[in-house]
């Protein structure tokens, strides 16, 4: 994280991004709507610039790789066909006495946590009492009653991944009732049995108000490519291996929906299904690892934020599958995921529909069903990604403090503020003069009210990455002083040269560049 002093947490971040016009909480003054959040100036600037950054690397730089925008609402049997229907479920269990719900899962990880809690206070202990001397790793291999808690944790996971593996959910419920889980509000143990709750959003297509008019807002925007497949490949005279890319809404009825943006109801997805002859995909697989890390780092958030972690329990249409975690300020969590995704969905799609979805291979003189590798990642968690790694207290030289974002430039909602030294001797007026100039070019602020230390401090707190002062001397050699955010080092560069200096830095072209 960077940040001196206090590791960054997720409360610091979401209170300055309400205070500055990042996010605010949806329809606030109904007291908000849960796990909803509404964009505001700078925030929409800057998703927008992620969505830019993200678009052009897919479909610009690949020239195999072109972009759609489908419905959100789709034919019901889409989702019969991609498995949500049946598949796309969450274990929920409710307490009769408080009327809480939870998910069973989360219960059971959250009682193995309290067993971990209880592991570290041994260590802590132990810690203590050996001093110096202390070897963390041959206590916890060795302390009886540390290997005691490991074993209890090794069997409740154990019984747990079985649990779900096979859908038994009285076996989930067993869990729970032998664990003595009790809720986290009432402390009651009285548990109804354990349902599964599908996760998708429903509601009805014109007047009719019965199942055969059920439709659902989509639960991913995968489908949509590949309900679209052969339109695009036809239309686009595409040939394997091609991508098609698509941003847009999708909605989840998430049990547990906390963390801020990490986890909401409705968000957006950037999400890429790249079409290939069978057999490549293993070759495929390892080309977007490696394409999708570099266009995380190449934003400079720091490489050590950065982790994959394989997949080991394999979801039913895939036959290998990573996600990249990002170290958020509660730890390594997923921030995106690359599935090889097999024939899996076109083929269902072929089945449901009764539509051939293949393509006729020259070389081969045959048609078959490509097979499919996709990359989708969240864009409000790549939102705090971006937040959390970039939101800074620091503690000035001169003893004063500052809150400050360091965004990568190009992605900065204000990518240059304009400010009189003064609002007088024909500053102002001159600072307009550059103002009409700049806005041509970037997304600039001119701001002339409060002491230029004042004014500073508002831009570094939204993350301007430069900030150009016209002082008298502009008006005497034609040169302005651009400071920079993060050293707050100032130059003097002549106005002529102003946009060419802040179009070096703060183009995305300097981050497509390194990809
Ligand atoms: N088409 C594949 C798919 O949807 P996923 O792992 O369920 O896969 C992909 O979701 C990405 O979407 C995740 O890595 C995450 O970044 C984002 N995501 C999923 N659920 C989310 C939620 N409730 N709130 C915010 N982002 C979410």
Known sequence: MANSGDTTTLKNISSHCKEYGFIYPSSEIYDGLGATYDYGPYGSELKNNIKEYWWKAMVRLNENIVGIDAAIFMHPTTWKASGHVDAFNDPLIDNKDSKKRYRADVLIEDAIAKIEGKIDKEVKKASKRFGDSFDEAQFTATNDRVLKYKGQIEDIESRMKSALEVGDLAALKQLIVDLEIADPVSGSRNWTDVRQFNLMFSTELGSVADESGKIYLRPETAQGIFVNYLNVQKTSRMRLPFGIAQIGKAFRNEIIARQFIFRMREFEQMEMQFFIKPGTDATWYEHWKEQRIKWHKALGLGEENYRFHDHLNLAHYANAACDIEFNF?????????????????????????????????????????????????????????????????????????????????ALAPVKVAVLPLMNKDGLDEKAEEIMKEVKLDFNAQYDAKDAIGKRYRRQDAIGTPYCVTVDHQTLEDDTVTIRERDSMEQQRVSIPELIKTLDEKVNIKTLLKQL
């Open 329 to 409: 300020p509660m730890g390594f969590k997923e921030l995106e995921g690359i599935h090889s995704r097999t024939d899996f969905d076109l083929s269902a799609h072929e089945k449901h529909s009764g539509k051939k979805l293949q393509f006729f291979d020259n070389e081969e003189n045959k048609s078959y069903v490509p097979y499919v590798l996709e990359t989708s990642i969240g864009l409000d968690r790549m939102f705090l990604a971006v937040m959390s790694s970039s939101y800074t207290e620091e503690k000035l030289e001169d003893g004063s403090e500052r809150t400050v974002l360091k965004l990568p430039p």
